[in-house]
Structure formats: C-alpha cells, structure tokens
C-alpha cells in the first residue's frame, strides 16, 4: 500500500525540534565509517530491515533506485537487525544486488537514530542534517520523491 506523505511518522514534530547536532555514526559492513556529517547537503534515508521480513524485502528494489538516481541527491543507508549470521545477511545483500551501504545493525544502535518497534523503519534526513520524517512500514520510490518535493515546496 503506498503511503501519503502526511502518513509518514513524526514529520511535523521532527522537522521542528530535530536539529544536526542529532547524528549518526556506523560502520558498515565494509569497514566504512558513515557519519551523518558526511552527507551534508544531501538527503540520507536510513533504513531498518530483515531479511525475514517480507515487507522490507519488497521496499529493497524501491530503495536501491531511489540510492541510484543522481536528481535526487540522496544516499540510502540500510541496517540489517535481527539477524543470526551476519554472512547470511551480506549473502543476502549480495543476491538482491544491493548498491547501498549495510550496516550489521542491532536495536541499541537505533538509539542513534530513532526508535525501531516494528520493520521495516525509515528515518530521512534533510539536506542540512536535520531529521525530519520517520516511518514504520514498508516505502516505495515515489513515497520518498513526493515527500521531499513537498519538503522543498516548504523552503
């Protein structure tokens, strides 16, 4: 089901009291430190997500497209929890043909983002660092797109 993006979760309130100085650091799977700094001026989508899940594995395709286009100025970054073996989840990665970062994740990581009660969560950046939308459930390309293109009718 595609969401509106008056659906995604927290928007208003984190677009308003959200400022940089809430930040990220992960290491991915490839010994990549990501760092919320280091994407400043574009938009970063983290995502939360299994490989059990059968909705965060429909959004997959979405997010790798959505990583993929140069317009939209936006890195996605994706955080495997839940899982038993961490080789599993890189394979699984691998066969998806996933382009975006993998960070072998947990729930108490998630504390440097947002809280995580259901998969798959999301979490948007805004292009000066500022958190500004959450959501619980799965997100297709053009939940994303229309949501930033609103966020940039704001400005």
Same mark, same amino acid.
């Given at each position: ?7 995604? %979760?927290?928007?208003? %309130? ?7 100085? %809430? ?10 430190? !990501?760092?919320?700094?280091? #994407?400043?001026?574009?938009? *970063? &989508? ?6 059990? =899940?059968?909705? =965060?594995? /429909? /959004? ?5 497209? &959505? !990583? ?5 100025? &936006? ?14 989840? %890189? /394979? ?5 043909? *996933? ?23 999301? #979490?948007? #950046? ?8 959450? !959501? ?8 994303? /797109? ?10």
């Amino acid at each position: 089901m595609t969401m509106r993006w008056r659906d995604w %979760l927290l928007a208003a %309130l984190l677009g308003a009291l959200c400022t940089p100085l %809430l930040a990220f650091n992960l290491s991915d799977s490839q010994g990549k430190v !990501h760092r919320l700094t280091d #994407y400043k001026g574009r938009w *970063v &989508l983290v995502n939360f997500w299994a490989t059990w =899940c059968p909705p =965060c594995l /429909e /959004e997959i395709p979405e997010l790798i497209a &959505l !990583h993929e286009d140069p317009k939209l100025n &936006l890195r996605v970054i994706g955080i495997a929890v839940d899982y038993r073996n961490p080789r599993q989840v %890189l /394979e699984f990665a691998e066969q998806m043909m *996933v382009s975006y970062p993998i960070v072998l994740g947990s729930y108490a990581m998630a504390n440097q983002i947002g809280p995580v009660r259901g998969l798959p969560t999301t #979490y948007l #950046y805004d292009p000066q660092g500022r958190l500004v939308a959450g !959501h619980m459930g799965p997100l297709t390309r053009a939940d994303v /797109e229309r949501f930033i293109r609103k966020q940039a009718i704001k400005r």
